[in-house]
């Protein structure tokens, strides 16, 4: 994979003084640089989690991801580069729409762009035709609302074992097989770092979708994700920080001078056991033979909705047009961006004439009371003088007057 080139887009700054310098090898503008990310550098992070299970337990999660084509995330670096994965959100923009949906990112001043087809290489992740491309909460609920208002609750029924759960989903309702799954989605697909036990509408439907082997494109809802990340409020944590990891090798990211921190342990037998699904599992088979089978049965439910599809094929020439679209695109962007870095420096520059303006007349009045203050000295002065004068001319006087009585002058006459 190549890098796009030198990060900035083109765009350089004009600039005065040392001062309004930023670092380009880090960031691609200065926006990036002194408005986005501050906004990155206190956010927690998400590492991911591998899987680890032996042949016994591999029925629980491995075999089920295995088969659902997403393998390929079961086996994580152990290590993520915090520096790196924070001025990865802080330099990646979302591009395109559907099947065409890709990342850019700039790192150590050179773009990179990460599309479908290069993330499900990098993860050996089945892609396939029948692919829905949503994914966020928000584009659930525009399905649910075309779907009908009771659908996304029979789907959510349809993965929990208490079919009537009062208010939101929580984990503890799920069928036992599905448990391990949606801790798995927490810190691989939409990872959260607090409430782990709620189920959002989202992840119910994937879980379904699971359930049920409706392919959903994992690479599209993980670029969808991390662009919601990078738009979330500041406390927010970054996520996917060991498939981040495995994206920087990929690209040959140099790695060797950058700080490191292990990810968490993997999920392994001792979950499986701490969560007890093979009790639960045994627990829900026996009570569906004492109800024969029938009372428990999940509610029927119709297939999933028609999603987005994939782009059909399109003519050459019109591909090349839109090619050309995407790069006006982005040049207007990079000509927004230029604009508010110039805005920035703008109010910066004026920021910074108040201030000499201010300075300035601080001097001047310290000037102004220091004339003052040496006039006043002066004048003191003259007067001391003056005085000092008078003084010694009547000292002259009176040493005369006595001179002439001491030594009187001879007299004429004989």
Not at 72 to 95: A, I, Q, T, W
Request: some cysteine.
């Amino acid at each position: 994979t190549m890098p796009l080139g030198q990060c900035g887009g083109g765009i350089r700054l004009a600039h005065d003084d040392e001062e309004d310098e930023f670092d380009r090898f880090r960031f691609p503008t200065v926006f990036h640089a002194l408005v986005s990310w501050p906004r990155f550098t206190e956010r927690g992070i998400v590492s991911g989690r591998s899987v680890d299970l032996d042949q016994v337990d591999h029925k629980y999660l491995t075999d089920l991801l295995v088969g659902y084509g997403w393998g390929g995330l079961m086996d994580l670096p152990e290590v993520v580069y915090p520096d790196l994965v924070r001025m990865f959100y802080n330099n990646v923009e979302l591009k395109g729409r559907g099947s065409r949906t890709h990342l850019r990112f700039c790192l150590k001043g050179k773009w990179y762009t990460l599309n479908r087809s290069m993330f499900a290489s990098i993860f050996d992740i089945e892609l396939r035709d029948t692919f829905a491309y949503f994914g966020t909460n928000a584009d659930l609920k525009d399905v649910a609302d075309i779907m009908g208002e009771g659908m996304l609750n029979s789907i959510i029924r349809s993965i929990c074992v208490t079919r009537d759960t009062p208010g939101g989903t929580v984990r503890k309702d799920l069928e036992p097989h599905l448990y391990l799954f949606h801790v798995w989605i927490l810190e691989n697909v939409l990872p959260k770092a607090g409430h782990l036990d709620a189920v959002t509408p989202f992840e119910c439907y994937i879980l379904y979708c699971f359930e049920n082997e409706v392919f959903l494109d994992l690479p599209y809802i993980i670029m969808k994700e991390i662009s919601r990340i990078k738009e979330a409020d500041d406390n927010k944590a970054l996520g996917f920080g060991a498939l981040l990891t495995r994206i920087f090798e990929a690209f040959d990211i140099d790695l060797e001078d950058e700080e490191w921190i292990p990810t968490q342990g993997p999920i392994s037998h001792a979950a499986v056991i701490s969560s007890k699904i093979s009790e639960k599992i045994a627990a829900r088979q026996h009570a569906r033979l004492q109800g024969g089978g029938a009372a428990d049965a999940p509610p029927v439910v119709p297939p999933p909705p028609a999603h987005v599809p994939a782009p059909a094929p399109v003519p050459v020439q019109f591909s090349q047009f839109q090619h050309a679209v995407m790069e006006r695109l982005d040049a207007f962007d990079r000509h927004f961006t230029q604009i508010r870095a110039d805005s920035l420096r703008s109010s910066n520059s004026m920021a910074r004439i108040q201030a000499d303006q201010a300075t300035q007349q601080s001097r001047i009045h310290s000037l102004s009371v220091a004339q003052a203050q040496m006039g006043s000295v002066l004048s003191e002065m003259r007067t001391d003088i003056a005085t000092s004068q008078e003084r010694v001319l009547q000292s002259i006087d009176s040493l005369t007057q006595l001179f002439r009585r001491r030594f009187p002058s001879p007299s004429a006459d004989p």
